[in-house]
């Protein structure tokens, strides 16, 4: 079956712009988790959203990202006013049930220039 | 917080020796501990996981892991390297937030295994 799709797989843009990075789950999967890799700070949690319920948003870095998850489904994740420090590789898990195995995709490589 | 430590930055292992990549964690409350494995290029891979139970968990491609509570140590094994099994390695503890139902993970810094030939 198929897993965790992200696009694009790389993007590079010009500091200031604004990016989008969309993640698809795994069908049926009610809980999606975005994470960032990044050479100084590892693997870190973004936000998380579970079926309908509020996100919890306390990994986000800044006031400048922001993330929605439309119909239980296809998330976006958007970067304002992007920055140097924000490339990074960005990945998108979910998971069947809450606490359940998350499954990975293969990640969204940012560039800012 | 949750925490996990990955004392290596690398293991170097001849091929068809034994390999062992370390990590041991910190939590408050019962652990429940995961292996994910990073080949070039590609996301995160799910290898094992310790929830409760068997103290050494079996998992994919061969690893298996143990748990042992008293050095709080998760280390991940393999009895015998393949050429193949070079990649990157995370261990990671799921943290949970009460709040939000959040069981986010979270991971080690990760250690570069590279098996020579």
């Known amino acids: 079956g198929a897993g965790v799709s992200q696009s694009p797989s790389n993007k590079v843009t010009e500091k200031g712009k604004d990016v989008e990075l969309r993640c698809d789950p795994i069908?049926?999967?009610?809980?999606l988790y975005w994470y960032r890799q990044s050479l100084g700070q590892g693997l870190e949690f973004l936000i998380y959203?579970?079926?309908?319920?509020?996100?919890?948003k306390s990994g986000l870095p800044s006031d400048r990202f922001s993330a929605e998850r439309t119909g239980g489904s296809v998330s976006t994740l958007t970067i304002q006013r992007t920055q140097q420090e924000d490339s990074a590789v960005y990945l998108c898990?979910?998971?069947?049930?809450?606490?359940?195995?998350?499954?990975f995709g293969p990640g969204t490589r940012l560039t800012v220039l | 917080a949750q925490s996990v430590a990955q004392p290596e930055d690398q293991v170097n292992v001849a091929e068809g020796n034994p390999l062992t990549v370390k990590c041991t964690y910190s939590?408050?409350?019962?652990?429940?501990l995961f292996w994910y494995v990073q080949y070039p290029n590609r996301g995160l891979q799910f290898l094992l996981k310790?929830?409760?139970?068997?103290?050494l968990v079996k998992g994919s491609y061969g690893f298996e892991a143990e748990f042992n509570k008293s050095q709080t140590s998760f280390h991940l094994k393999k009895p015998s390297a393949l050429v193949s099994d070079s990649a990157l390695y995370f261990c990671?503890?799921?943290?949970?937030?009460?709040?939000?139902?959040?069981?986010?993970?979270?991971f080690g810094s990760g250690t570069r295994l590279q098996v020579q030939p």
């Open positions: 898990a979910s998971s069947l049930l809450r606490g359940g195995e998350q499954f």
């Open positions: 069908s049926g999967h009610t809980a």
């Open positions: 959203f579970q079926g309908n319920s509020a996100p919890d």
């Open positions: 939590v408050s409350g019962n652990p429940y």
């Open positions: 310790y929830i409760t139970g068997d103290n």
């Open positions: 990671a503890v799921r943290d949970e937030k009460k709040d939000t139902g959040r069981r986010a993970l979270t």
